[in-house]
């Protein structure tokens, strides 16, 4: 069966510092990998997609970056945090399903619980 | 671009009562999905639907799809404190590297015993 992890669960940086959050999904191959941020008490916002290693799209300008090196390894990174990354972040994968008109339900992970002091 | 806007954005039912929430898009949809988030925890997928005036049913949930594809619902009767959590309908979008679900902004439910 498939499962996602995703850490750590809970952290908290001082404005200016780095961010790396990971996330591995296992029991899929060449799965749709996404970041979604929600801000406390709003609703997701899509951060990045990929539909493969080394293609990311960016939603929203920001200084967030995101990479993946491996098929089902998705990173979200920070040179420098602000207080307005504060916020639930969560990975998710669907199945690929190419460019058809459908696409499959996301499994998200339990999230990362990051506030920027 | 596409925007997809629930309603209402906040609702407190009575224990026992029935409520909908509705998710509404300016552009026909190819589908559309719903995820239930309970305070604290990640979303978990309900539902999906593809069909032109589709209802689906889960035991006290019921999801519906508009005849235009352009809406949808979902109406839960009976309403139980286990109901409690926030309802996200989520819309594919192509995006330059392939598709992607949008999300509205989701209807937190409260429930009074």
């Known amino acids: 069966s498939q499962t996602i992890h995703q850490w750590p669960a809970t952290l908290v940086q001082p404005v200016g510092s780095p961010l790396s959050l990971e996330c591995t999904v296992e029991?899929?191959?060449?799965?749709?990998l996404y970041w979604y941020r929600q801000a406390a008490g709003r609703g997701l916002q899509l951060l990045f997609y990929s539909v493969g290693i080394g293609q990311i799209s960016s939603e929203v300008p920001q200084n967030l970056s995101a990479s993946r090196p491996q098929d089902r390894q998705f990173i979200l990174s920070s040179k420098k945090l602000l207080l307005s990354d504060s916020g639930f972040y969560l990975c998710?994968?669907?199945?690929?399903?190419?460019?058809?008109?459908?696409?499959?339900?996301?499994?998200f992970g339990e999230g990362s619980r990051l506030t920027v002091l | 671009g596409q925007q997809v806007m629930q309603i209402p954005q906040y609702q407190h039912v009575q224990e026992g009562e029935d409520f909908t929430t509705y998710c509404n898009s300016s552009t026909t949809l190819s589908n559309i999905q719903w995820y239930k988030q309970r305070p604290g925890g990640h979303p978990v997928f309900l539902i999906q639907l593809v069909k032109s005036g589709e209802v689906k049913k889960q035991k006290r949930l019921t999801f519906q799809f508009g005849e235009a594809k352009k809406n949808s619902s979902l109406h839960i009767t009976a309403t139980q404190t286990t109901d409690v959590g926030t309802y996200f309908c989520a819309v594919l979008m192509k995006g330059a590297a392939g598709n992607k679900l949008t999300f509205g902004g989701g209807t937190r439910v409260l429930v009074k015993p």
């Open positions: 029991g899929t191959s060449n799965p749709n």
């Open positions: 998710a994968w669907s199945v690929f399903q190419g460019y058809r008109d459908l696409t499959g339900e996301l499994f």
